[in-house]
């Protein structure tokens, strides 16, 4: 590898984790301002949400420009083709999070209505833990770390579903929880899609250390 190359992907590598730590930012406050009606906090989640598109921008214009420049091959061409869907997906879980920010604006306005546990609890942590470990994978190339990411995945599905369950039993009790059932119903997928997209980047990082690629095994 040439020493214009690896300084070029070592840049790249910081990119990606600028980004990764924005998104973490974005979700851990889109998050509390759910949790603890904090309105001030989903504000500040839906105003940065610029920045967020403005770096997936650029770190997809540099991948574009190192593949021209160095044409890479074996690892290095897996782990460009890896940041631009890392990349991407971060961009889209940043999205994610503003869904959120925005429900959590229009919840904190509202009466409370019960919800489970596993969401307000199991359900974020697993959800900050799964991105910031599968970014963790990714950088340190920690198969094992990705495969942990993959199989917390379906927790977090039976939550999803469970509140399906919990809020059709509420809305049928009290139909005028209805708007606000929605509301709580909508953040637990976009919760869910979140773990979904780091679901893929660990199996991104499967792929770029062992060359298999087992997104529909």
């Known amino acids: 590898m040439s020493r214009h190359l690896q ?27 759910l949790n603890d009606r904090r309105p001030d906090l989903a504000d500040q989640v839906i105003s940065n949400e ?44 940043g999205d994610f999070a503003v869904n959120i920010a925005k429900r959590a604006l229009f919840l904190s306005s509202e009466k409370p209505i019960p919800s489970p546990p596993e969401f307000s609890e199991v359900m974020s942590n697993n959800i900050r ?33 469970q509140m399906y369950v919990e809020f059709q039993t509420l809305v049928e009790e009290d139909p005028t929880t209805i708007k606000r059932a929605l509301g709580l119903l909508s953040t637990s997928r976009y919760l869910e899609r979140i773990a979904d997209l780091a679901t893929n980047i660990a199996e991104d990082v499967v792929f770029m250390v062992e060359g298999e690629v087992i997104r529909h095994q």
């Open 50 to 93: 610029i920045h967020i598109d403005n770096k997936e921008v650029m770190i997809e214009e540099e991948c574009l420009k190192i593949l021209a420049l160095h044409q890479p091959v074996a690892m290095d061409l897996r782990f460009i083709v890896v940041v631009l869907k890392v990349n991407n997906d971060l961009e889209r879980m």
């Open 7 to 33: 300084r070029d992907l070592d840049k790249l590598k910081k990119e990606i984790l600028q980004l990764g730590n924005m998104v973490e930012t974005a979700i851990s406050n889109a998050i509390l301002s």
């Open 129 to 161: 833990t799964m991105v910031r470990n599968s970014l963790d994978a990714m950088v340190k190339l920690d198969v094992d770390l990705a495969r942990s990411v993959i199989a917390m995945d379906n927790e977090v599905d039976d939550i999803n579903r």
